[in-house]
């Protein structure tokens, strides 16, 4: 009796084919080890200089203004900083303090690229940088940004125009700004006849880099 029970098991595994040397072993898969194959999220690339910026550069939420445009000046003397351009606008224009809203320095008043940030922008207050009369666009929607120096004697220093392209993409992103909403003094449009920022200034180039 016993050795019919072996011979039907034997017999058994024969006809599986599991003792076959020419059937491949089933190969036998965990679900646990198999992984879809995601696609890579995307990389998203963030505009270049926009991030940690001073936070003196991001205006109180409470009384931030929609500006659409920057308006780019040159102070038209070898040397100044905000303080003294706030004094020198409120004795001889009798405005109320600095016309601009951000001033770069050039080294000799203030650090060369310092960008100083004026109580017009901390407070939101329409500037005076474009004529300085009211009702006037560029300084009721007009950002304004004036470089210390004559630039149609020099150049703005390397450091100053690399405060300027940071400080402008930052103002760009932030209130969609568009390349043809960015003037020279001169070129803006209403503003009275003049040559600022200086025939030294690159703006084609400086443009170019935003």
């Avoid at 998203?44 to 910026?53: A, D, T």
Wanted: glycine letters at 10%; one cysteine or more; hydrophobic letters at 35%.
């Amino acid at each position: 009796m016993t050795n019919k029970i072996c011979f039907l098991f034997f017999s058994l595994i024969l006809l599986s084919g599991c003792a076959m040397n020419d059937e491949p072993m089933p190969v036998i898969v965990s679900h646990q080890s198999v992984q879809p194959v995601l696609p890579k999220s995307p990389v998203v690339k963030q505009p270049s200089l926009s991030f940690n910026v001073p936070s003196s550069w991001y205006p109180p939420r409470s009384l931030e203004h929609g500006w659409t445009a920057i308006v780019i000046h040159h102070s038209a003397t070898a040397s100044g900083n905000a303080t003294m351009f706030d004094k020198w606008h409120r004795e001889n224009n009798h405005w109320d303090g600095v016309g601009y809203d951000f001033v770069v320095a050039n080294g000799s008043d203030s650090g060369d690229g310092e960008v100083e940030v004026t109580f017009r922008w901390k407070q939101q207050r329409v500037g005076a940088h474009c004529g300085g009369t009211p009702g006037n666009w560029a300084n009721e929607k007009g950002i304004g940004i004036c470089l210390v120096g004559d630039f149609n004697k020099t150049q703005p220093s390397q450091r100053q125009m690399q405060s300027l392209l940071r400080l402008v993409r930052f103002l760009k992103g932030r209130y969609h700004i568009g390349l043809d909403r960015i003037y020279g003094h001169g070129t803006t449009p209403g503003a009275r006849v003049t040559d600022c920022p200086g025939k030294n200034f690159p703006m084609s180039s400086f443009k170019s880099k935003l």
